[in-house]
């Protein structure tokens, strides 16, 4: 996907403006936002991505849209911005949108604007996360996945997908997507497995970790055999030890805001309700 475009009264992110856009996002907008809800921004500007942010207003920018190569769009700051971002967004044909509450919801609304608009699906998550380890990152049983369980593990990400409410269930076609992303995973070592009786009936993805900015996990899911026995939590515990005890600053994730059980694991797990975050999907 394609840097994005300028609109009227936003602009692309220069050169010269990521310093003062870096110390907006680490600061929280000056308090008004979770920072730790913007380490997927940061650690984009950390990867020299900014020709794909859009800062407004212009002069002197309080709101932000990323939009990324995959077709992912995050929005932060000022919900007043969404009027100036909406174009742009539309523009880039986004898949997924995500981040904050309030201005990924004011960008949905006037993204929605006109009879030709793809139509989306949205639900709140919380925002979790934790900057202390919690136990230890030792667990029997926990370990990197391999190559090898690549089929087993694109089972358990399609029966997350229709469970987590993402979708209906996963085609052929769709099903080779899913292995081709966690083939990656596993390949870039971003996969955790907890096996029991000789097999994996758990596994715990990275959708994000940077030594900077901090881990952020995805694609939790517990064989429905070995539920209620606090084996989710258990993982969820010991692999945020492992990264927090690397050094990282803080291991966060969100979850469906109606998803009561897993709350409760995150929480026994160490992780803290941060606030409302959105996820949209079209």
């Not at 003062?20 to 929280?28: F, V």
């Not at 694109?154 to 409410?165: G, I, K, M, W």
């Amino acid at each position: 996907m394609s840097a994005p475009t300028a609109s009227a009264g936003a602009r692309r992110l220069d050169q010269p403006g990521i310093e003062r856009l870096t110390g907006l996002l680490e600061s929280g907008f000056d308090g008004r936002s979770d920072p730790m809800a913007h380490q997927h921004l940061l650690d984009a500007l950390d990867r020299h991505e900014h020709v794909r942010f859009l800062v407004w207003p212009p002069a002197d920018p309080v709101g932000v849209l990323y939009i990324g190569a995959s077709g992912a769009v995050m929005a932060a700051g000022d919900p007043e911005a969404a009027t100036a971002f909406a174009g742009p967004a539309e523009h880039a044909d986004w898949r997924v949108l995500l981040g904050d509450a309030v201005p990924c919801q004011a960008l949905l609304d006037a993204s929605s604007k006109g009879f030709f608009r793809r139509r989306h699906s949205a639900r709140e998550q919380r925002f979790m996360a934790t900057t202390a380890p919690l136990g230890s990152p030792h667990l029997p049983g926990l370990r990197r996945a391999e190559p090898a369980e690549l089929e087993r593990l694109t089972d358990f990400a399609c029966r997350l997908h229709v469970e987590d409410r993402m979708g209906p269930q996963i085609s052929r076609a769709g099903r080779a997507a899913v292995r081709a992303r966690m083939h990656d995973s596993i390949t870039a070592g971003a996969t955790w497995v907890l096996e029991r009786d000789g097999l994996s009936v758990a596994k715990i993805d990275l959708s994000l970790s940077s030594p900077r900015r901090g881990a952020q996990l995805a694609g939790v899911y517990v064989e429905e055999p070995w539920r209620g026995l606090g084996l989710g939590s258990a993982a969820i515990a010991a692999v945020t030890a492992e990264l927090l005890t690397q050094g990282l600053p803080c291991v966060t994730l969100h979850v469906r805001a109606d998803n009561g059980a897993a709350i409760a694991a995150y929480r026994r797990a160490g992780f803290a309700d941060r606030g409302p975050w959105l996820l949209a999907l079209r």
